[in-house]
């Protein structure tokens, strides 16, 4: 059951295009969820397809409960779980907008074709 489950997970995560990743021992994950208000949630894990499989049982922090069922919409790989936590507060202080812009993509081509910081 927990293989179908999964399947799920995975179907909702294609959904906006993005890929739930497989765990990587040691990594961390930093991820962000468009909920079914169109708010955003971020958070790390060690393991997406399980976390959103919490977030989506509701299971999860208050926010994502109250605004199910929530969706994969940007994930990124980070050498380790320390080092995605940091990474998922500095995101979390981040506005809509630059959410919006690592979400699309933005943020990064922005970053590679300018020397200024954003």
């Known amino acids: 059951m927990a293989f ?6 995975r179907d909702i995560c294609f959904f906006k295009g993005v890929e739930c990743p497989e765990p990587v021992e040691g990594h961390g994950f930093v991820y962000i969820l468009q909920c079914s208000d ?5 958070g790390s ?28 919409v940007y994930v990124e790989d980070h050498e380790s779980f320390a080092i ?13 907008i630059k959410k919006e812009r690592l979400i699309r993509g933005e943020w990064k081509k922005q970053m590679a074709s300018s020397s200024s910081p954003v």
Not at 4 to 9: D, F, K, N, P, S
Not at 38 to 42: C, E, H, N
């Open 4 to 9: 179908g489950h999964r399947l799920y997970i």
């Open 38 to 42: 169109g708010s955003y949630y971020v």
């Open 45 to 72: 894990s060690e393991n997406v397809v399980q976390r959103i499989a919490t977030h989506n049982a509701g299971r999860g922090p208050l926010w994502t409960r109250e605004r199910l069922p929530v969706v994969l």
């Open 84 to 96: 995605a936590r940091r990474r998922e507060e500095q995101i979390k202080g981040w506005s809509r």
